[in-house]
């Protein structure tokens, strides 16, 4: 278990007071699992909830040793209501646990409490979701979150198709989007409302996403995709720059 003055001196990290490393990419590692909260805010209260966010969770945040990484998107295009979705990233869900631990270490030691402001987060918003998803390293390139635009896509495979699923991914479309310059990630949901697998790809345009799909949908190996999906949905995102971690 952490001692206080510790967490004291990352909390004084977290805050400025000392020096810190340059960001690294968020590209996954063997094991990581990450969590994804998606909210919806209530009527004018985004600003409110972001500011939250930026003045009192990503200090504690920044602190957590056992987070490897965080990310803040926000909404670009999406046929679902969403404002904000928060990615971070764990070594396993025992990451999580031990992150769990500590921030509550943390807020104790700065005099705040993660309890307290993850319910005032919540009375800004008019919903959220949690879903948990194991990364899996060898089924992309590159850092999706690092292009100016970042595409989530969300598969529900067809019955027992998961493996044949992963098979075309590791055998033909990582290696195209590659050919591509598409920065690509690919996670296996651990928990989620009925999707088995998550994709995050990078786009530096609209125009990029469209023409993706175009030739996605011309090509043989994305039809051969297409052929082991039962259900697909996507959402357009943007990053924000300021709350990255890690």
């Known amino acids: ?8 001196a990352a909390v004084a990290v977290a805050l400025g007071l000392a020096g810190g490393g340059p960001l690294d990419a968020q590209v996954p590692v063997p094991g990581e699992v990450r969590q994804l909260v998606t909210f919806t805010f209530l009527p004018g209260r985004s600003a409110d909830a972001l500011e939250l966010y930026r003045s009192e969770a ?27 979705v928060i990615v971070r990233g764990f070594q396993g869900m025992v990451g999580m646990d031990a992150s769990n631990e500590g921030l509550r270490e943390i807020a104790a030691a700065a005099g705040s409490s993660i309890g307290g402001l993850y319910g005032r987060i919540s009375a800004l918003s008019s919903g959220h979701t949690d879903q948990f998803v194991e990364m899996l390293p060898d089924l992309g390139a590159g850092d999706p979150a690092a292009s100016r635009l970042t595409a989530f896509i969300w598969y529900r495979t067809a019955p027992g198709a998961g493996a044949d699923f992963e098979r075309r991914l590791r055998r ?7 050919t591509w310059g598409v920065p690509s990630s690919t996670g296996r949901f651990l928990v989620s409302d009925g999707w088995d697998y998550l994709r995050i790809l990078g786009f530096e345009s609209l125009g990029a996403f ?15 995709l297409d052929e082991l999906t039962a259900a697909r949905r996507e959402a357009v995102l943007a990053d924000l720059p300021d709350f ?3």
């Open 58 to 84: 990503l200090p504690l945040y920044r602190a957590d040793e056992a987070m490897l990484s965080f990310r803040a998107f926000r909404e670009v295009e999406s046929p679902v209501p969403l404002d904000l």
């Open 1 to 8: 278990m952490r001692v206080v003055a510790r967490v004291v």
């Open 244 to 246: 990255r971690i890690r």
């Open 172 to 178: 033909g479309v990582v290696s195209l989007e590659q």
């Open 210 to 224: 469209q023409d993706y799909w175009t030739r996605m949908a011309a090509s043989q190996v994305g039809r051969g």
